[in-house]
């Protein structure tokens, strides 16, 4: 049975969900506890993000589902209230302690769960990160695609203030931040302003106020839909490819013709190469003016 639009959303009491157009937007709600990550929370946003990315534009090669509704190009990701998100609840560290390894090991899977569904979604992702982004909450951070901090955004490997490591979400703040500055975040455990993590490219904007940062928000999503979807989740595994290549540059070289012959031939390679030649819109183009 082919997935729509329509199905009915995943169920949740601790985050929100909308969607508008091909966009989808997630919003944690636990602002009492800074929205930290317990596990309710973190199993439903895995099932937001699985079921987005089953209706994803990129990954079905298709703009619309049977009833002509448009399948999900963008995801958005905030937290409500004054911060971001204060990495894990207090009472799953506390109750860390009193747990089997086997336990301990099913915690950080789902955790792992979390932040590769966020990493590999098909979607292009946008976070937007006011006050902390601790522990978990900068795992967040550094699978996103496109970051947006404020003033007040503070963030940190935090982990090793509790003497423990930042490993679950490491492989990600590694290939945010590169070797360097993971390894020098990881030893301080300390917090960075969005100035720092601007330079070290923890995140890629910084706006001036609630109110701009919405704007960049905007403003990302109305340049994502102009690209093809397509193009936008081969992009991912491209990257993904260049990471883990591990032949010669002359056979990366050749895989890179390959694959632009491969991408030039597709339905939407076709449609791009055809609207540039018409000079008129791709079928995917969204004109927001």
């Known amino acids: 049975m082919s997935v729509k639009m ?6 949740s009491e601790l985050c929100n969900f909308s969607i508008e157009g ?48 448009e399948f999900l190009r963008v995801i958005t990701l905030a937290g409500e209230g004054k911060h971001f998100c204060a990495g894990a ?53 550094a699978c996103s695609d496109h970051v947006i901090g404020q003033p007040s955004t503070r963030i940190a490997l935090s982990e090793g203030k509790l003497g423990i490591l930042p490993a679950v979400i490491g492989p990600y703040v590694y290939r945010r931040v590169g070797s360097a500055q993971f390894r020098r975040l990881a030893m301080l455990a300390g917090q960075f302003d969005a100035t720092e993590a601007l330079n070290i ?21 109305s340049t994502v839909l102009t690209t093809g979807p397509s193009a936008v989740y081969e992009a991912k595994k491209l990257t993904l490819k260049f990471d883990r290549f591990e032949g010669t540059d002359e056979e990366l ?37």
């Open 6 to 11: 329509s199905d009915n959303l995943p169920i």
């Open 22 to 69: 091909a966009v989808g937007h997630i919003t944690m709600a636990r602002s009492e506890v800074f929205n930290a990550l317990n596990a309710k929370l973190i199993s439903e946003l895995i099932s937001i993000l699985n079921w987005s990315s089953e209706r994803s534009a990129g990954s079905l090669g298709t703009l619309v589902d049977e009833a002509g509704s």
């Open 89 to 141: 609840d207090i009472n799953m560290m506390r109750d860390a302690g009193a747990k089997s390894d086997e336990e301990n090991r099913q915690d950080s899977e789902r955790l792992d769960n979390l932040f590769n569904s966020l990493w590999a979604h098909p979607c292009f992702t946008i976070t937007s990160v006011q006050g902390v982004a601790l522990g978990g909450g900068a795992g967040l951070i």
């Open 201 to 221: 490219g923890m995140i890629d904007q910084v706006a001036d106020s609630p109110a701009e940062a919405t704007t960049m928000v905007e403003e990302a999503i």
């Open 253 to 289: 070289r050749l895989w890179t013709l390959d694959k632009t012959s491969e991408m030039r031939g597709s339905n939407e390679g076709q449609e791009g190469l055809s609207s540039f030649l018409d000079r008129r819109k791709p079928t995917w183009y969204h004109d927001e003016n």
